[in-house]
């Protein structure tokens, strides 16, 4: 019995050693060069499974040290994943083969995250059109100007809630990923459903948008794993019966939207907020109000407007206290708009702030919000690169583009690491290679709520520097190092500053 125990366990052990030689050879049968230091099991992504790095550091280190290759091949757990390095090839597989790279390469089941199994990131084909058109049809710049009656109501509040702080003191010290988050949670609800948000109330409201953010938004070591498995398309979550969006978030959502509705249906006032905007594009396609839709519609909205622009904010404010003279510059433009249109904040005036783009965009540059792009072949394709290096990707490929790679590589970048505003200026913007900033993404899949996110940042921006002086607090831990427990892009210890009146 114990000899045949040993030869078992035995053939099990080479069955073992042929399945990972196998699956940790794939990149080198194809002849693609592979990211060194593979273990068995956890591929390369050891440094994310121990919050060493963030998922979004480890693309852009690999990006940075194979400098000399078009393509690298790397193995999240077991499945081989191929980084982009070259900007063609992100064109292509961004843009010009999109219907070979429909996909994301983010797994949510309809029978386990009904709501995010209808969200736009997650769906390709008709479904994918469908979404996308329904919140392009939210973001025209017609409808764009009428939100800005909306956002200009937040920013009362949150310049009300930070007087209130300068009542007993000259600066008031805070974390500026909470007041950004405050702030975007805010206009989701005021914007985005016509319903209050209570995230600038005194006291802390069990409703308050910014707060649910915390149901979902957790930067633990549970959130890493995850989305590891989230973004492995060759895992089946719905096996391992893991649920992403939490029960009470669902039920928030569709609360939110149902009221909504029977308030609509009995009240004839116009609305002009982007649950309306969706309303009337299905009465005008003449489609059914389907509840469960417009929940994972507005559901999207939370999720694509609430953290991620929080951090775009969050970082845009902190660099501006790091960077007192760009503070300054900025300020002057922002006074001369106000000044234009009778000291209003108006949709002409913010468009008319060229030096407050080039901030944000060099912002987003140096710290981006989503710092890789994932796509799943669907159609088979072949890659060419630069190098001479070919690979004809098969469907079931995860292809990655880390944004945040390019946007920190030297050979796009002159001393990547400084914050300069001016590469963005008339002068200098045209030297920039495309496909080498990507903020937003590229092609048909190029974020949709861009133009909202840019409108909201702006508006937060010139509230807070035609009003105030940000200084940063001693309590910023320089220089920035990001969190390993968390996919998107935070700053370890958070962003400190000084806000006073000027």
Same mark, same amino acid.
């Given at each position: 019995m114990a000899f045949a125990f040993v030869i078992l366990s035995v053939i099990i052990l080479i069955l073992l050693m042929f399945f990972l030689i196998k699956k940790y050879t794939y990149w080198k049968r194809q002849g693609i060069p592979t990211v060194r230091g593979t273990l068995p099991f956890v591929g390369h992504m050891l440094p994310v499974l121990t919050t060493k790095l963030n998922y979004s550091e480890l693309n852009r280190k690999m990006h940075i040290e194979y400098k000399n290759?078009?393509?690298v091949g790397y193995y999240k757990l077991t499945n081989p994943v191929l980084l982009i390095r070259d900007p063609y090839l992100a064109g292509i597989v961004l843009k010009s083969k999109f219907s070979c790279f429909q996909r994301t390469g983010v797994v949510a089941h309809p029978d386990i995250d009904p709501l995010l199994a209808r969200n736009a990131f997650f769906v390709a084909g008709e479904e994918w059109t469908n979404a996308r058109r329904r919140l392009i049809n939210s973001f025209t710049n017609v409808k764009l100007k009428t939100l800005l009656e909306s956002i200009n109501v937040v920013c009362k509040k949150m310049?009300?809630?930070?007087?209130?702080?300068?009542?007993?003191?000259k600066k008031y010290e805070t974390e500026l990923k909470t007041l950004c988050s405050k702030f975007t949670g805010e206009v989701i609800a005021n914007v985005g459903v016509g319903v209050e948000g209570y995230c600038f109330d005194e006291k802390p409201h069990p409703a308050a948008?910014?707060?649910i953010g915390d149901w979902l /938004?957790?930067?633990?070591?549970?959130?890493?794993?995850?989305m590891t498995l989230m973004f492995t398309p060759g895992l089946k979550n719905s096996m391992l019966k893991m649920k992403f969006i939490p029960e009470k978030m669902e039920s928030f959502f569709r609360d939110i939207v149902s009221q909504n509705l029977k308030i609509r249906r009995q009240d004839s006032i116009p609305r002009s907020d982007i649950l309306q905007s969706i309303l009337d594009y299905l009465n005008w396609e003449k489609e059914e109000i389907d509840e469960e839709l417009?929940?994972?519609?507005?559901?999207? /909205?939370?999720m694509d407007g609430y953290e991620t622009s929080a951090v775009a904010i969050s970082f845009t404010a902190f660099l501006l206290a790091q960077y007192p003279e760009v503070q300054d510059k900025l300020?002057?433009?922002?006074?001369?708009?106000i000044e234009k249109y009778d000291g209003a904040v108006t949709f002409e005036g913010l468009r008319e702030m060229t030096y407050m783009d080039q901030v944000i965009n060099e912002t987003q540059r140096r710290y981006t919000s989503i710092s890789f792009l994932t796509r799943v072949c669907t159609e088979e394709c072949e890659l060419r690169g630069?190098?001479?290096l070919i690979y004809r990707v098969e469907p079931g490929m995860e292809v990655i583009v880390s944004n945040q790679g /390019?946007?920190?590589?030297p050979e796009y970048w002159p001393d990547p690491e400084l914050f300069d505003p001016e590469r963005f200026s008339e002068e200098r913007k045209h030297t920039i290679e495309k496909l080498a900033f990507l903020p937003f993404g590229e092609g048909p899949r190029l974020c949709a709520g861009m133009k909202m996110a840019q409108l909201q940042l702006k508006s937060f921006l010139t509230t807070l520097i035609s009003k105030y002086r940000l200084e940063l607090s001693e309590k910023t831990q320089l220089p920035i190092k990001l969190s390993g427990l968390n996919f998107l892009t935070e700053p370890i210890g958070g962003l400190w500053v000084h806000i006073s009146k000027i």
């Open positions: 290759h078009s393509m310049e009300d809630y930070i007087d209130r702080r300068l009542q007993t003191t948008f910014d707060r /938004f957790k930067s633990n070591l549970k959130q890493v794993l995850e417009i929940a994972s519609d507005v559901l999207s /909205f939370y300020r002057r433009e922002i006074m001369s708009k630069s190098d001479g /390019f946007h920190l590589d």
